[in-house]
C-alpha cells in the first residue's frame, strides 16, 4: 500500500522566526527539524510515495508579502528537485491586510499558473473576519475562476482564556473548533454554493463539523438555505484524517462526509513518526472492519449503490472500496494526478 499524504508541514527557519517575531506560538514552542532529506525518510518509513507541502499556522503571511513569496518560491524550487514525490500548496497573503484583497489575487494568479502550486493554503479565519465575509468576495471569485483546490488549516482564536488547564495551546482544542467555525461560516454565507468550481479540504476530519452538523442545517432557513441545500453544501468539503483516525471519530465523519471525499493527512512532523504509525494502523482497521454511524444519512453510500449494507449499518465491500481510497485515489481524482489526469477535479 503505498500512501499520498496531503496534509505534510514544511519548516524554514524565515518562516519560524517571523511568527515568533510576531508573539505567536502558532507554530509550535518546539520545532522540529526539517529539511526535504529529513522529510522523505520519515515518507519512505511510512509508505509514503507522495507528500503536500505546506506551512502550519499561522502561515508566511505573519511575516508580510515579501515572506508570502520568498516562502513559495523555496516550496516551489523544493519541489521542482522532487517532483516525483512533493506537491505543493502555496501559501497567500493575509486577505485582511491594508494592502486589501489586490495582493491576494496576484500571489494565487502567480502561485496557480506560473509556480504551477498544486492548490493554495487558507487559514480559517484572518484577524476578526471568517472566510465568508462579504469583503472576501473579490477572492473567492479568484479562487473560483482559477479552480483552485484549498487546503484550510485553522488558525489561532480569540479565547479567554487563551490556555486550557493554563498550559495547553490552541491546537487541542481551539484548532477544530476553528475549523468549524470556518465550515460553517462558508455554508451559512453561501460561499459553498456560490462557487462551486472551488474544492476545499477541511484539516483533522472537520474539526467537530460532524459532530455539529445537525445543529447546522437546523439553522439553514434563518439564511436563506433549505436543509437539503445546506446538507448538500457541507458534503461538498473534502477532509483529511490527520490526528482523526479514531473509531468516534471515523464513525462521526463518514456518516456525513462522502468516503470518496476523505484524503490521508499525518500533520507530521508536529505528529511524531509513531503517532503517524498508529494512525495509519488505526485508519486501516476501521477501513477493514466497515464501521459505520447512521448520522444523518449516507446518500452517497447507500443500499441502492451497495456501498452501505443497511440490515447490518455497515459498508459493503463497495463501500469499503471506496473509503480505502483514502489512502491514495482519492487525492489522485481530486487533483487529476495519475489515471485521473486530464479528466479535471
Same mark, same amino acid.
Given at each position: 500500500?503505498?500512501?499520498?499524504?496531503?496534509?505534510?508541514?514544511?519548516?524554514?527557519?524565515?518562516?519560524?522566526?517571523?511568527?515568533?517575531?510576531?508573539?505567536?506560538?502558532?507554530?509550535?514552542?518546539?520545532?522540529?527539524?526539517?529539511?526535504?532529506?529529513?522529510?522523505?525518510?520519515?515518507?519512505?518509513?511510512?509508505?509514503?510515495?507522495?507528500?503536500?507541502?505546506?506551512?502550519?499556522?499561522?502561515?508566511?503571511?505573519?511575516?508580510?508579502?515579501?515572506?508570502?513569496?520568498?516562502?513559495?518560491?523555496?516550496?516551489?524550487?523544493?519541489?521542482?528537485?522532487?517532483?516525483?514525490?512533493?506537491?505543493?500548496?502555496?501559501?497567500?497573503?493575509?486577505?485582511?491586510?491594508?494592502?486589501?484583497?489586490?495582493?491576494?489575487?496576484?500571489?494565487?494568479?502567480?502561485?496557480?499558473?506560473?509556480?504551477?502550486?498544486?492548490?493554495?493554503?487558507?487559514?480559517?479565519?484572518?484577524?476578526?473576519?471568517?472566510?465568508?465575509?462579504?469583503?472576501?468576495?473579490?477572492?473567492?471569485?479568484?479562487?473560483?475562476?482559477?479552480?483552485?483546490?484549498?487546503?484550510?488549516?485553522?488558525?489561532?482564536?480569540?479565547?479567554?482564556?487563551?490556555? =486550557?488547564?493554563?498550559?495547553?495551546?490552541?491546537?487541542?482544542? $481551539?484548532? +477544530?473548533?476553528?475549523?468549524?467555525? @470556518?465550515?460553517? *461560516?462558508? &455554508?451559512?454565507?453561501?460561499?459553498?454554493?456560490?462557487?462551486?468550481?472551488?474544492?476545499?479540504?477541511?484539516?483533522?476530519?472537520?474539526?467537530?463539523?460532524?459532530?455539529?452538523?445537525?445543529?447546522?442545517?437546523?439553522?439553514?432557513?434563518?439564511?436563506?438555505?433549505?436543509?437539503?441545500?445546506?446538507?448538500?453544501?457541507?458534503?461538498?468539503?473534502?477532509?483529511?484524517?490527520?490526528?482523526?483516525?479514531?473509531?468516534?471519530?471515523?464513525?462521526?465523519?463518514?456518516?456525513? =462526509?462522502?468516503?470518496?471525499?476523505?484524503?490521508?493527512?499525518? $500533520?507530521? +512532523?508536529?505528529?511524531?513518526?509513531? @503517532?503517524?504509525? *498508529?494512525? &495509519?494502523?488505526?485508519?486501516?482497521?476501521?477501513?477493514?472492519?466497515?464501521?459505520?454511524?447512521?448520522?444523518?444519512?449516507?446518500?452517497?453510500?447507500?443500499?441502492?449503490?451497495?456501498?452501505?449494507?443497511?440490515?447490518?449499518?455497515?459498508?459493503?465491500?463497495?463501500?469499503?472500496?471506496?473509503?480505502?481510497?483514502?489512502?491514495?485515489?482519492?487525492?489522485?481524482?481530486?487533483?487529476?494526478?495519475?489515471?485521473?489526469?486530464?479528466?479535471?477535479?
Amino acid at each position: 500500500m503505498s500512501i499520498i499524504d496531503t496534509h505534510l508541514h514544511i519548516i524554514t527557519p524565515d518562516f519560524i522566526e517571523a511568527v515568533r517575531s510576531a508573539g505567536s506560538d502558532a507554530a509550535g514552542l518546539i520545532v522540529p527539524p526539517w529539511s526535504p532529506e529529513i522529510a522523505l525518510s520519515f515518507m519512505n518509513s511510512r509508505n509514503i510515495e507522495k507528500g503536500i507541502l505546506s506551512y502550519t499556522s499561522p502561515g508566511p503571511k505573519v511575516g508580510g508579502n515579501a515572506l508570502v513569496r520568498r516562502t513559495n518560491e523555496k516550496l516551489r524550487d523544493i519541489v521542482g528537485e522532487h517532483k516525483e514525490r512533493f506537491g505543493w500548496f502555496a501559501s497567500l497573503p493575509d486577505w485582511d491586510s491594508p494592502d486589501g484583497v489586490d495582493a491576494v489575487l496576484e500571489e494565487a494568479e502567480w502561485a496557480m499558473k506560473e509556480a504551477r502550486a498544486d492548490g493554495l493554503s487558507i487559514m480559517t479565519s484572518y484577524n476578526d473576519k471568517l472566510p465568508g465575509h462579504e469583503d472576501f468576495l473579490p477572492i473567492w471569485e479568484k479562487l473560483n475562476e482559477l479552480r483552485a483546490v484549498l487546503f484550510m488549516h485553522p488558525s489561532e482564536i480569540a479565547v479567554i482564556p487563551r490556555l =486550557i488547564a493554563s498550559k495547553v495551546a490552541q491546537p487541542l482544542v $481551539d484548532y +477544530p473548533l476553528a475549523t468549524t467555525r @470556518a465550515a460553517a *461560516d462558508l &455554508v451559512l454565507t453561501k460561499t459553498m454554493s456560490r462557487f462551486t468550481n472551488v474544492k476545499i479540504i477541511l484539516s483533522h476530519a472537520g474539526g467537530t463539523l460532524p459532530y455539529l452538523t445537525e445543529r447546522i442545517i437546523t439553522l439553514s432557513p434563518l439564511f436563506q438555505l433549505s436543509k437539503e441545500e445546506c446538507r448538500r453544501d457541507i458534503q461538498r468539503f473534502y477532509t483529511d484524517t490527520a490526528l482523526s483516525t479514531s473509531k468516534s471519530q471515523l464513525m462521526a465523519l463518514t456518516s456525513i =462526509i462522502p468516503p470518496t471525499h476523505i484524503l490521508y493527512g499525518s $500533520d507530521w +512532523p508536529y505528529v511524531s513518526a509513531s @503517532a503517524v504509525q *498508529d494512525g &495509519v494502523e488505526e485508519l486501516g482497521a476501521y477501513i477493514k472492519g466497515g464501521c459505520f454511524c447512521g448520522g444523518m444519512g449516507h446518500p452517497h453510500v447507500n443500499a441502492a449503490s451497495g456501498g452501505l449494507d443497511e440490515d447490518k449499518g455497515e459498508f459493503s465491500e463497495s463501500g469499503r472500496k471506496e473509503l480505502a481510497g483514502v489512502w491514495r485515489d482519492n487525492t489522485e481524482r481530486l487533483f487529476g494526478w495519475g489515471k485521473y489526469a486530464g479528466a479535471g477535479n
